[in-house]
């Protein structure tokens, strides 16, 4: 078994399994160390768990709940890939931790659910705006309403809701160039995580780390057009971790690369020809 971890807060971590048994190989007994969802992306395997056997494929989310046991099984293919998604008990509490739900095992494959794990992936591989750790939120959440069969009611934010999200985003902007995640922000407007990226995004229309990512696109957008400092340096500066990052983000959403902004800014504006319409943030 292959482990990546890809991202690790206080109450969400977020890892990437690829495990290569052969088929038929022996199984052994392993235990949940705590609430978990995992979404199945390629291959298959089988699941003894709690007296029921699962057969999971791509598309099913395979589910943990702290001290059950549970041991797997490839007597059909050789191996499976998971992107799996740890919380920590203060997430579930926020969600909702109905004990027969969590220990549901394995949930088939579902339209609603596989949606948002094809957004966690490409969240994974950088190919979207979305945080981590809000996309685990999001996944946890649909998981127990679709399980529970209550759904979710949208949130409707109160006034004083909406006037710690405005605040909160604010604080993001002038806060863009250090790291920021959910549980920071979350901190700043004083509730949970969860209920923080609901009331931020029904408000705002995006979530924390969308408004994070764009505030550093600006600006980095507002810099290449006013000074001449290098690519290099306004990138770091504005917040991103790298430049192939900044490179690509930038890209995504100009249509042009920062450096050729940069030139169309300064009066070579065939530039735009070429790109007529900017394609938008995933």
Known sequence: MATTILFKSRSVSVSDFRCTAEAGGAPFVEQFGCHSVSYVRKGSFGCHHRGRFFELVAGGLFIGHPGDEF???????????????????DVVASIGDTKAVWQAGAVPPMPELMVLGELAQAAADGRSDI????????????????????????????????????????????NSHREIELEDAAREAGISPFHFLRMFSATLGVTPHQYLLRSRLRHAARRLVHDDAAVTDIAYDVGFADLSNFTRTFHRAAGLSPLK???????????FQVNPKAPELN
């Not at 902004?261 to 530039?271: H, L, Y």
């Open 71 to 89: 041991m797997c099984t490839h007597d059909h293919v050789c191996g499976d890939e998971c992107l799996s998604f740890f919380l920590e008990p």
């Open 131 to 174: 945080g981590l750790d809000e996309i685990g939120h999001l996944l946890a959440s649909r998981f127990v309403a679709t399980t529970s069969g209550k759904p979710s009611q949208p949130a409707r934010p109160t006034a004083r809701d909406r006037r710690r999200a405005v605040e909160t985003a604010l604080w993001i902007d002038a």
């Open 261 to 271: 902004f940069r030139q169309a800014a300064r009066g070579e504006r065939k530039i």
